[in-house]
């Protein structure tokens, strides 16, 4: 394991002794794949109370975009169904497989794809997906590091939340989907009053949350309901 690998786990490790917003852990997480694996951009999809794949947390817009346009195409549903990671080189030669899905992908720049899952024991819970700008084989050590990021997605989620149950399980990343929905809203918010794109919107939103030491989920709230006007 290089440096820079081993300084990425060691700041996913810190996170996980600390009081951090299950939000912010996985964004750090997404954003910890792209380093370490070396794609363009990462995502992390989960279960709801359904079992449907909703999206948790995304790296960039692009990707936030193409995870909630396909929850239920491509890579990331094929691993989840399987509980097997899906490597794909090139997207171009799996157009006969997720036609729409690769044509949205690619419309984003997106030409590869790596899916791991995140299992809980037995149980599948979600899916981390790491998408690169160019066509690239993984081998098996990467393959190995992407599993081991998903592992420690799903520990950190879980253990945020002291979740041993399966009711508590559900009610966790239940609760982690919506946490999320509600950030997208205030970034809408954001975006519509200072005229800002939506991954602009974002790092002031996780900037200010960080700087006065608030949960992303919180202050997002505040900001959808009118109650925080600090912009």
Known sequence: MDTATAESFAELADALVGDVDPMDFLQLVTVTC??????AAAGVLLSDHRGALRVAAASSEQALQLLQRHP???PSLECFRT??????ADLAACVDRWTDFVAQARGRGFVSALAVPM????????VLTVYGT????????????????????TIGLLQLGATRSRER?????Q???NNRIIVEQAKGVLAERLHLNMD???????????????RLSDLARAIVDGSELVF
């Open 72 to 74: 239920d195409d491509g």
């Open 34 to 39: 792209v380093d370490v694996l070396g794609g």
């Open 169 to 173: 399980v559900v009610e966790r990343l």
């Open 134 to 153: 160019e066509p690239v084989v993984r081998d098996a050590a990467t393959l190995r590091l992407g599993q081991a990021l998903a592992d420690m997605a």
């Open 200 to 214: 602009r919107s974002f790092a002031l939103l996780h900037d200010t949350a960080s700087r006065d030491s608030r």
């Open 119 to 126: 299992r809980l024991r037995a149980e599948l819970i979600g």
């Open 175 to 177: 609760t982690t989907i």
């Open 83 to 88: 509980g097997r990671p899906i490597a794909v």
